[in-house]
């Protein structure tokens, strides 16, 4: 753990595990169908979305995506979601928002490739790229979506300004992620100071993710002991956030935060 801990505070090393791990991690799970990479998100009480019933397995992941996306109008817009995974969450909000476009990029190209057979809508695009240099021109998009990722990027304000830059005047920012104590200060500050971003709100979550991760512990464990070799299971527990893990016991005690935030692009430049 002491050795993961210290690959993930250097920032090229964080960039080289995650690039390495999420295409690895694809291949192993995409028999499974698995749509989602998040925590997941459950309120008290719980929120109850209509959902159709093939949607029903994946309730607690695509909540988080609808709490997030609930924050700004999706409908007749243009809409990017960086890192959009397995695609599940650009699925469900193209589906029940009906965007005018919505592409999801990621760099594991493993994950981009599921997606495009998986989820096929006519607004609905995947492609490959990075969160450091998005493949967009300047002031395209209505509102940028990101959800559980930011803490892979090797550079978090570099990747603000990129937001910044592809979102259109008065564009939105819809975003929700999680730090320890040592990286708390310097999100906030890229968050609030580094880009022409402005925050709007901002709301701690981690009683909801919480929630999130024990309706889906028993099938996060299932999911890990049939697809990962048993020398990754207790590494790959944590990581799922299953009930007991280092990092479920973190979200709970609050030494980890887990965030909501809308940010907004300003009018003039
Ligand atoms: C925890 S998963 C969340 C995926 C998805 N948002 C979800 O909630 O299911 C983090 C994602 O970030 C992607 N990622 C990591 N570094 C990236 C980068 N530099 N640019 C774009 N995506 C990246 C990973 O490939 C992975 O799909």
Redesign the pocket.
């Known amino acids: 753990m002491a050795l993961i801990e210290s690959i993930l505070a250097r920032p090229y090393w964080r960039?080289k595990l995650?690039?390495w791990w999420?295409?690895f991690f694809?291949r192993r799970v995409r028999a499974q169908g698995i749509?989602?990479?998040?925590y997941a998100f459950e309120t008290n009480p719980p929120l109850r979305i209509p959902l159709a019933p093939e949607d029903e397995r994946n309730r607690p992941?695509i909540q988080?995506?609808h709490f997030v996306a609930s924050h700004a109008s999706l409908s007749g817009k243009k809409i990017l979601?960086?890192?959009?995974?397995?695609g599940?969450?650009a699925s469900y909000l193209t589906r029940t928002f009906h965007p005018q476009q919505y592409i999801a990029?990621?760099?594991?190209a493993e994950?981009v490739a599921y997606s495009q057979k998986k989820h096929i809508l006519p607004n609905l695009k995947f492609q490959q790229?990075?969160?450091?240099a998005l493949p967009f021109a300047d002031e395209t998009f209505d509102v940028v979506i990101?959800?559980?990722?930011s803490h892979?990027?090797?550079d978090f304000a570099r990747?603000l300004r990129e937001v910044s830059r592809v979102l259109k005047p008065e564009g939105c920012f819809l975003y929700a992620d999680l730090r320890y104590p040592s990286g708390e200060e310097e999100w906030m500050n890229d968050l609030f100071h580094t880009s022409a971003l402005r925050v709007d709100s901002m709301r701690l979550i981690n009683p909801e993710v919480v929630r999130g991760m024990e309706l889906n512990t028993e099938r996060y464990q299932t999911m890990v002991t049939q697809s990962l070799p048993k020398f990754l299971h207790p590494l790959a527990f944590d990581f799922a956030g299953v009930k007991g893990s280092r990092l479920y016991r973190d979200a709970v005690s609050g030494t980890l935060s887990y965030r909501f935030l809308k940010l907004k692009k300003s009018k003039v430049p």
């Not at 749509?35 to 998040?38: E, H, I, R, T, Y």
């Not at 790229?129 to 450091?132: E, F, Q, R």
């Not at 990101?146 to 990722?149: R, S």
């Open positions: 960039q995650w690039a999420y295409p694809t749509d989602f990479l998040n992941n988080l995506y979601e960086v890192s959009g995974g397995h599940g969450g990029m990621d760099l594991n994950a790229g990075d969160a450091m990101n959800v559980e990722a892979c990027y090797p990747f």
